[in-house]
């Protein structure tokens, strides 16, 4: 059930948050804890199962290191724990992944291959696996203690605001927050405009983005002109930062309402300076998670330049694999491992030298051919696509012109993206508050009614429209009656 | 004071949120369900059942979704909201099928119109002959019944106002598949389709021709496709003559049209146009009985008691506006909605003696190629039921719309062995090899109907050595030359047959067998003049014999003389005739299967 979904919108969630505070404070983790599963299964269906299995090993293995006193068992618990989270994954994620890998090899020494069913990917899995092996590793390292209550724990790892696209929380920002939380106004409030920018940035902008970006990308090669590959895979940019930044904007938001705070996952990334810069601010619950649990335990950066470069191409490595199953995306981690690299063995002092525009226009065209591996279905269809961005494609009739693509909405859409993917709506909120402050008196209410109107009225705005491009989006008229 | 402007603010956003996301629940349980959408002519799901089994449970999120989606409150006006802020602020279509030309005009793009308007699916040969070969049977056989035939066109809105198009739908080639076909047919057939397109653009300097916003013609497009049709149609029916300005009533109104409510524009853009209708009708509306199964609104029966013709009509959309004046000239027309049906043309061929059977199709609807297929099919169902005659009339009819068509050669061939017809089996196996030399199928089954053929040949070449040894024995013998005539006659040498039967006969005058034979022998070398003039004797001696009847109405049959075998078909059926398999099956009487004397002969006998 996606959070911009007529089903969501206009009945999970009302009913969620109504009978949420109905039920009142004792109940109310059990209750979030059903809900949530409710949720999954409401997509899932039997995989829900799956979720409870992962819970029961980690409520376990969480108790059990707490309890043992030998460093060896505990040790051996925690290799245990992790084992059996990543063959939970590794199963439903990456088998279909792995036999047709092998598959290919087979098949060049060989006439025959393995056949087997395709294994359904459950959705979330990477993100509840991820909070869950923080959570274990977090009890080995005593960072925090073991949570006793099977039912805070299994809402921990399945509460649905952050169930199926993250963040990816940790069990230590939010262990207080299970226990013992209450929901002010003010949280409400700041819950319900944060949702209300995730839906819109998911509704109005990216899914408007992603129709073009979808026609643009199922395009045969010959038909693929320069300037609509490019504008292709611009639009992609910015659909897949506003999908994905919406995607979190509203769970944070509804994580807010039922009195939850989960730390931001993004910090403009696209207004970076170097590819460094751009992975400390995009998709930062993941990143985080592999400095913490991979890249520091490999040595991180103590061990020599060397080792430094090997790890950071193996974390990347992995970067890519957890986004999805497929070369593509191991490709696309180690594009960045390897600018990474680049930029430690120098590229980043030579930057730090460079014209401030160049610096920005450095990351927007690595970050932009980055996406066509991200985006194209296969390794090969994106160097096909790549290609007609730079010209090497011989083009037969050209069905389609830019003007095809490029209508008002997309304008506008774009030209709204640009904007906010810029800190310019943050740097105008925190400039009312100066100049309220510097004013006095009448002026001062009149500022402050005109900018409070303001964001009213645009927040209400992008919440009717949301609704109405939602509404319109489940319209499917015919020309002849159909009976 | 500024934390309360602020919470005052924030109280604004929650409460309205509050009411954004609460009122369509709560309206979907006040309101009652609806069953239909307006804008989007269709029904809409209704609630799923709840039965509590790991399989219904599996499907049931996705048909809850789907009900709510369909029914949740708020939801008709909120699309409405959305038609208005895309296509008129936005300028962008709501749905992919309507396109959005200039100055308001819109346009229909469902059955790949456009891509047809760009010329971007043009027809092969094979599809242009397919389209070719159907029209061409369809008009010979209505013609060999005295029925005219017209098969009429109404063009896509695109073809009349390609001005109003978007630039970025330019053409690419030139010709849509409507101008390739009516170019193949003016260089390949006799065979006119009637092509509305340019008394249409003609006119549309004076009056408006299509709706602005609506895929149709309007009434003053669609009267002057009914002048035409009337045009057409007086050139064999002098007594039609197009309806007189006089007797027409024409006045404005202001409605929805079709495009704009597909875009969820209901009372958004209403178009004020002109409409047309008769002072005086005297067409009025029929009961039909003869499909009591029909669909309501399948089938519309109209007519007028001062005419005496009657009309046969296949109509799609275009054709309503059309309707009231066309039935004006008709006793009784029968319109049959949304394509052309063979069998219920048959049916109506036999209970109302149509003199006219129109087809009208939009331009976008010829997207549809004539298939071979479906005959094909329908063969093999019954092959494989053990009905091969029947199958074989079938594959016959496949491979009139395709004669190239490889699958049902092969098929014919089989059925034709299986029936013994071993050298015609020949004959489409080797039609096989013609256009495909290493067909497996044909080069095995060729291989083996001639081996079957060599070993019938044998068969008869040892008889025929038996007769010849008898004969000397007894050289007189009117039956031996009889039986030596058909083993000739089975082996293939009809000329060595037709010698021995003349002797039977000279020995033995009165030997019906053997004048019979002969004269069939006659027959089989298509010598149709001696071969009825042996019949004739035939029934001079014997004005009973139904066999006799029954074989001058085959000769008739194969001449294409449809009236006078009938005639002799039933006269022979008089006289007792009962071999009713072989009726239906006689390759010799395919030409008088379609008419429809012959149809109720064949009721008649079953009721």
């Known amino acids: 059930m996606a959070f911009s979904s007529i089903i969501f919108l206009f009945l999970f969630f009302p009913l969620t948050i109504a009978l949420y505070f109905l039920i009142g404070k004792k109940a109310n983790n059990i209750f979030l804890l059903l809900a949530s599963l409710f949720f999954y299964a409401w997509g899932e269906g039997f995989f829900v199962i799956l979720l409870f299995i992962s819970i029961g090993i980690n409520y376990s293995a969480g108790l059990m290191l707490e309890r043992t006193q030998s460093h060896r068992s ?410 | 004071m500024g934390r309360l402007i602020n919470n005052v603010f924030n109280i604004i956003i929650v409460s309205l949120f509050i009411l954004i996301i609460c009122a369509p629940p709560i309206t979907t349980l006040l309101k009652s369900r609806s069953y239909i959408s307006y804008s989007e002519n269709r029904e809409l799901v209704s609630m799923p059942k709840f039965v509590l089994s790991s399989d219904t449970l599996k499907d049931y999120p996705s048909q809850f979704e789907k009900y709510y989606n369909d029914q949740f409150g708020f939801r008709a006006p909120l699309q409405g909201y959305l038609g208005i802020i895309k296509v008129k602020l936005l300028h962008k279509s709501t749905v992919p099928t309507v396109i959005l030309g200039k100055q308001n005009w819109l346009y229909y793009n469902g059955d790949y119109s456009f891509d047809d308007f760009r010329g971007l699916t043009p027809y092969n040969t094979q599809q242009l002959e397919l389209w070719k070969n159907t029209l061409e049977n369809r008009e010979l056989w209505l013609a060999g019944q005295g029925i005219k035939y017209l098969f009429v066109v109404a063009p896509n809105k695109q073809s009349i106002y390609p001005e109003y198009v978007p630039d970025n739908l330019y053409k690419i080639n030139k010709k849509s598949r409507f101008e390739q076909l009516l170019e193949y047919l003016n260089n390949h057939s006799s065979i006119k389709l009637m092509d509305l397109r340019k008394p249409l653009q003609e006119a549309k300097n004076n009056d408006l021709i299509y709706y602005k916003t609506d895929t149709h013609w309007t009434d003053k497009g669609a009267f002057i496709a009914y002048a035409n049709i009337i045009n057409q149609l007086s050139v064999r029916f002098p007594e039609l003559s197009i309806i007189d300005q006089s007797s027409l009533i024409v006045h404005q109104a202001h409605k929805d049209r079709d495009l704009s409510i597909m875009l969820g524009l209901t009372n958004q853009q209403k178009e004020r146009n002109y409409f047309i209708t008769l002072k005086k009708p005297c067409a009025t509306v029929l009961n039909q009985d003869i499909f009591p199964q029909a669909p309501k609104g399948s089938i519309l029966v109209k007519g007028c008691n001062k005419s005496k013709l009657r009309a046969v009509v296949f109509i799609d959309s275009f054709f309503p506006p059309i309707e009231p004046f066309l039935s004006e000239h008709f006793e009784s027309v029968f319109y049959v909605w949304n394509r052309y049906k063979h069998d219920i043309l048959e049916i109506l061929i036999d209970e109302i003696h149509p003199d006219i059977v129109i087809e009208e199709k939009v331009e976008r609807y010829l997207y549809d190629v004539p298939s071979p297929v479906t005959p094909f099919r329908t063969g093999i169902e019954l092959a494989r039921k053990g009905n091969t005659d029947v199958a074989i009339e079938f594959f016959s009819e496949a491979l009139r719309i395709y004669p190239q068509f490889i699958p049902a050669l092969n098929e014919l061939g089989l059925a034709l062995a299986k029936r013994g017809d071993l050298k015609n089996a020949i004959i489409q196996f080797q039609k096989v090899l013609q256009i495909s030399p290493y067909n497996n199928v044909a080069l095995y089954n060729l291989e083996r109907a001639q081996a079957d053929q060599q070993k019938l040949y044998d068969k008869w070449d040892r008889v025929i050595l038996q007769l010849q040894d008898k004969l000397k024995m007894n050289a007189n013998d009117s039956f031996l030359h009889f039986k030596l005539g058909e083993a000739y006659q089975n082996r293939g040498y009809i000329d060595k047959a037709i010698i021995e039967y003349k002797t039977a006969i000279k020995l033995r005058p009165d030997s019906t067998d053997s004048m019979n034979a002969l004269a069939r022998a006659y027959s089989q070398i298509n010598d149709n003049n001696n071969a009825l003039l042996w019949f004739d004797k035939m029934l001079k001696t014997n004005p009973d014999d139904a066999n006799v009847y029954y074989n001058i109405a085959c000769i008739y049959s194969k001449q294409h003389d449809v009236i006078t075998s009938i005639s002799w078909l039933k006269k022979s059926i008089e006289k007792k005739f009962n071999n009713w398999a072989l009726i239906q099956t006689d390759e010799d009487l395919k030409d008088i299967r379609f008419s429809a004397e012959y149809k109720r002969l064949i009721r008649n006998h079953y009721n």
């Open chain 1, 74 to 483: 505990s040790q051996l618990t925690l290799v245990a724990a992790i084992a059996l989270n990543l063959i939970l994954l590794c199963y439903w994620k990456y088998a279909n992944f792995i036999l047709g890998t092998v598959n290919h090899l087979l098949s060049l020494v060989s006439t025959k291959i393995i056949i087997a069913e395709p294994i359904h990917l459950p959705i979330g899995i990477s993100f509840f696996t991820f909070s869950a092996l923080s959570y274990v590793v977090d009890v080995y390292w005593k960072k925090t203690a073991a949570q006793k209550s099977f039912i805070d724990l299994a809402l921990y790892l399945s509460f649905f605001p952050k169930l199926i696209a993250g963040p990816i929380v940790r069990y230590a920002d939010i262990a207080d927050q299970i226990k013992q939380r209450s929901i002010k106004f003010n949280d409400l409030a700041e819950g319900v405009q944060r949702f209300i920018i995730g839906l819109g940035k998911k509704v109005l902008i990216a899914n408007t983005l992603a129709s073009s970006v979808d026609q643009i990308f199922s395009l045969p090669l010959q038909e693929l002109t320069m300037p609509i590959a490019w504008l292709g895979i611009a639009c992609y940019t910015l659909q897949i930062y506003f999908d994905f930044s919406g995607y979190t904007d509203m769970a944070i938001g509804i994580g807010r309402m039922f009195g939850f705070s989960f730390l931001e996952n993004f910090n403009y990334p696209y207004i970076s300076q170097s590819i460094q810069e751009f992975w400390r601010r995009w998709h930062i619950s993941l990143s985080t998670w592999f400095r913490d649990y991979l890249y520091i335990p490999l040595g991180g950066s103590r061990q020599g330049s060397m080792r430094t470069n090997i790890n950071l191409l193996t974390v990347f490595f992995l970067v890519g694999l957890w986004h999805g199953a497929s070369w593509n995306f191991i490709v696309w981690g180690l594009y960045y491992g390897i600018f990474l690299v680049i930029e430690r063995l120098g590229l980043s002092g030579l930057l730090m030298r460079l014209w401030k525009p160049l610096r920005h226009i450095y990351v927007i065209i690595i970050v932009l051919i980055g996406w066509v591996f991200f985006r194209a279905e296969t390794l090969h269809s994106a160097a096909g696509y790549l290609s007609a961005m730079f010209g090497f494609v011989r083009h037969g009739i050209i069905r389609n012109s830019l003007s095809m693509y490029l209508d008002r909405e997309l304008i506008l859409s774009l030209t709204i993206a640009v904007i906010c993917s810029t800190p310019i709506v943050a740097f105008i909120r925190d400039h009312e508050n100066i100049i309220i402050n510097k004013s006095s008196g009448i002026a001062a209410y009149f500022l402050e009614i005109f900018f409070g109107f303001t964001r009213t009225v645009i927040l209400i705005s992008i919440l009717a429209l949301s609704v109405i491009y939602l509404a319109g989006s489940t319209y499917n008229p015919f020309i002849y009656f159909k009976f």
